[in-house]
């Protein structure tokens, strides 16, 4: 019986360890080969989406692995496993809630809180969604990821097999909202599927909601960057008043004023700034920009963001940017 | 530019609803407990028990396989 539990934690522990590149990867393949990105993955974008994918792994993997061999058993000790007895459906809800509720907030901070929103800007700056774009994250905030610690430190107190499943799990809702594949369309268009789609839409992250929180548009009855901060559960943004449900995808994503920021600057600002004059990441740019109006942006997209609309005050201030994510 | 007054007192209001959130498994999980009678804490002690018996050096060989 033993050696069976040890066969079935090797497969769970490796599933951990390449599942998530392999989902990436699969459905990324899946999104090229029906041309899902449309011609919309410009060399600059090519280069950031590369970047942040890749070398965060380098600095993030290190730091964790030093807080949970050095840190965690400095500051806990005695307490290692202390917790194991806890059955595993208990240990499952305690990290479920613990980890994605603390992702809200890290979330959620990073668009209500001004000097936040710029180590943020990355993952929003995209102007389409997909697997190129699911791990588009400035090193900083990757590195400062709270619920990755708060995790860690359960899982080193004896949930570690509970705190795996939930990580699976995550993982997938995550990787398969930011996707561009709308697998969540039948459960909308077949009425007989309505009562599911209304308790699935509510409980965790769906395309629909996502794509919404990654719109360039806000308050159109569509996008939504103000709100639908979820990242497993959407349940957080229902309680919180932060939700918006429309079951429609946005024409247009990523910021309205966004001018291609070299992807050294996206992956590593404050330490290195764009050279993109205006841009929230320049030297002397705004803590943040307005957007612009949503008819220019109609024509920023037909013309490419090497010719942006000049931000004039004739032009309409929609909304701030930084409650963009 | 500053945060908004209206959304610092939502921060601090949903803030203050998260604690209860966050304590809310644990909280169910130990009512069950009570509910049930079950003390699973109590199992995991005796299982470090028995395994200390075993590995207590009063062997012949003196813990030792050599």
Redesign the interface.
């Known amino acids: 019986m033993e050696a069976t539990i040890e066969f079935f934690k090797k497969i769970v522990d490796n599933l951990n360890g390449f599942g998530f590149p392999f989902l990436v990867f699969f459905i990324g393949v899946l999104e090229f080969s029906f041309g899902l990105y449309k011609g919309k993955w410009p060399k600059n974008e090519r280069w950031v989406d590369i970047a942040c994918f890749t070398l965060p792994r380098l600095i993030i993997q290190p730091a964790i692995a030093y807080y949970s061999l050095h840190f965690l058993p400095y500051i806990f000790g005695d307490f290692k496993n202390v917790f ?4 595993f459906f ?1 240990g499952f ?2 990290i479920a ?2 980890d994605d ?1 603390t992702q809200y ?1 890290y979330h ?2 990073h668009h ?3 000097w936040l929103w710029r180590f943020h800007r990355t993952h929003h700056s995209a102007s389409y969604m997909g697997m190129a774009m699911a791990s588009r994250q400035n090193a900083i905030y990757t590195l400062f990821f709270s619920q990755i610690y708060l995790t860690a430190a359960l899982v080193y107190l004896g949930l570690g097999i509970p705190a795996i499943a939930v990580r699976i799990i995550k993982s997938t809702i995550t990787t398969l909202a930011h996707s561009s594949i709308p697998w969540d369309k039948p459960f909308y268009k077949y009425k007989i599927l309505h009562p599911i789609a209304w308790v699935l839409e509510r409980f965790i992250s769906t395309p629909a909601t996502h794509h919404a929180h990654h719109a360039a548009t806000t308050d159109d009855g569509v996008g939504y960057y103000k709100g639908n901060f979820g990242n497993m559960f959407f349940l957080w943004d229902i ?3 932060t939700a918006l449900i429309s079951r429609q995808y946005p024409k247009a994503y990523g910021i309205s004023h966004y001018e291609g920021d070299s992807w050294y600057s996206q992956l590593l600002w404050p330490l290195f700034k764009s050279n993109v004059e205006g841009s929230e990441l320049a030297a002397d740019g ?3 920009r307005v957007d612009i109006d949503k008819h220019q942006l109609a024509a920023t997209a037909a013309s490419g963001y090497k010719n942006p609309p000049v931000l004039t005050p004739e032009l309409t201030v929609v909304q ?1 940017s ?1 409650s963009n994510n | 530019m500053k945060l908004e007054t209206t959304t610092k007192q939502q921060i601090v209001r949903n803030a203050f609803l998260s604690l209860f959130i966050y304590v809310l498994p644990i909280a169910l999980m130990f009512l069950t407990f009570y509910i049930t009678g079950q003390r699973p804490w109590e199992k995991k002690n005796a299982k470090k028990e028995n395994v200390r018996s075993i590995t207590t050096k009063n062997t012949a060989n003196n813990g030792s396989n050599d």
Not at chain 1, 84 to 87: G, K
């Open positions: 194991s007895w806890v059955p208990w809800a305690i809630v613990a509720l907030w959620r901070l209500q809180i001004p309680i919180f008043g705004p803590v943040v701030s930084y």
